[in-house]
């Protein structure tokens, strides 16, 4: 019985070094469920060292079952409903992480290779193809910055201080623009024009009624002061 | 046609000799009295009385300046304004003008040492000597130097004095007395 139970030590040694140097070494291959899951799952790698550090005389008198699933055939009840042990859930979960079908997958697979929305604001990668060419052959243009650099914060450099002349003012004359030729030397655009006026009239229509006569002008001229007179005299009679 | 004047030579005389002084053509007595001593008269005498003095003092200018003019009542307005205001400015009783409102007559008088309730008879006495209407005269205002006086027909000038104590401005009682709304 006890060489028995070394010989099992000394399989489970030899393919937990194994699984640590292809975890290592090695790509994640394909995932064949039909192989994985006919084969013994490997232990962790952590037990397995701390197994061959002590190494310790274990009496263990118990028999291995080892259960077979095969996952070719499809299940007519969806996912598994029947509890698993340690060992079928690793392998389940290795299968939908490597290589399994997914559901929907071939959509989500579009979606990936038709690139971020015109809208994204994420800064847009490189090709894997352009990446390969610079760091083989070096890039030939650096590339174009994909947003505008904020502005520099901080202090203004001052002006140089220029060397200032007392005697010099801001007051610039110019060249006389009319010769002494007279006015037919004058250029077209500085020859004199002849001032139109810009007349704004009110649009006033016809209209009937505006002003109406209640009575006759006042037409009293005495030429006589007693006709004045007379006149005053019979105001209020 | 030529602008009317007053002709002031001879206009008064003075007799020394006799002690007299004398205006006009006809040679009517005149005195020359203080204007204080006729401000203190008009105001210790009794209104009518002070009235009957002022009357009788326009009726003679009235009578001199008609002297003046011949034909009064053919005389045009500025040739009789022109004799009437030349013999109240030589009795010194101010500078006469008038003015027309419509067809109320008012007279003026600017610079007068009497008091506009004596001004009024005097000039609506002068006013019935030249022209020989019966006339009526209301006190339109007295403000500072000048003096206006309504000649009109005694209810018209009744009227007007009651507006104007109502506390109706003298434009306004002209108006109303036109017949206006004002």
């Keep these: 019985m006890i060489s028995k139970l070394e010989g099992l030590l000394a399989r489970v040694r030899t393919r937990a070094s194994e699984g640590h140097d292809l975890l290592h070494t090695m790509p ?20 397995a060292l701390a197994d061959s550090a002590l190494e310790p005389e274990i009496t ?18 969806g996912p598994v409903a ?12 290795e299968a939908s992480a490597v290589g399994g079908p ?5 959509e989500l697979l579009d979606d990936e290779l038709a690139g971020p929305p015109s809208s994204s604001r994420r800064v847009i990668a490189d090709e894997p193809e352009e990446q390969l060419s610079e760091m083989a052959f070096g890039a030939a243009d650096p590339p174009l910055p994909r947003h505008t650099p904020p502005p520099e914060s901080g202090r203004l450099p001052a002006a140089p201080e220029a060397d200032l002349d007392a005697d010099v003012t801001g007051v610039r004359h110019t060249a006389p623009t ?5 006015d037919a030397m004058l250029a077209p655009d500085i020859a004199p024009r002849s001032l139109t006026p810009q007349v704004t009239r009110a649009f006033l229509g016809a209209s009937q009624g505006v002003a109406s006569v209640l ?7 005495p030429k006589t002061f007693v006709e004045l007179l007379d006149a005053s005299l019979a105001l209020g009679s | 046609m030529a602008a009317p004047s007053f002709d002031s030579a001879q206009a008064v005389r003075f007799d020394l000799p006799r002690g007299s002084v004398r205006a006009g053509s006809g040679g009517e007595t005149v005195l020359v009295v203080p204007s204080a001593a006729l401000a203190e008269l008009a105001r210790s005498a009794p209104a009518a009385a002070a009235e009957a003095f002022a009357r009788a003092l326009g009726s003679a200018i009235g009578r001199r300046a008609v002297a003046r003019m011949g034909d009064a009542r053919a005389a045009s307005l500025e040739e009789f304004v022109t004799q009437l205001a030349g013999e109240v400015a030589l009795a010194g009783l101010g500078v006469l003008a008038i003015e027309r409102w419509g067809r109320a007559l008012v007279v003026v008088v ?8 004596l001004m009024a008879p005097v000039v609506g006495s002068a006013l019935e000597a030249a022209t020989g209407r019966k006339v009526a005269c209301a006190l339109l205002s007295r403000d500072g130097e000048t003096t206006r006086i309504l000649i009109a027909s005694d209810g018209a000038a009744a009227r007007v004095r009651g507006w104007i104590a109502s506390g109706t401005p003298w434009g306004d009682a002209l108006g109303r007395l036109h017949g206006g709304n004002r």
């Design chain 1, 28 to 47: 994640v291959p394909a995932y064949d469920p039909a192989a994985s899951l006919g084969a013994p799952a490997p232990p962790s790698a952590k037990a």
């Design chain 1, 82 to 93: 029947r509890p698993l042990d340690s060992r079928e859930r690793i392998v389940a979960s």
């Design chain 2, 110 to 117: 600017e610079g007068s040492p009497l008091a506009g309730s």
């Design chain 1, 60 to 77: 263990v008198d118990f028999e291995v079952q080892e259960t077979v699933i095969d996952l070719s055939e499809p299940f007519d009840d």
């Design chain 1, 215 to 221: 009575g006759q002008a006042q037409s009293f001229a």
């Design chain 1, 102 to 106: 997914r559901p929907g997958g071939d």
């Design chain 1, 178 to 182: 009319v010769p002494p030729g007279g």
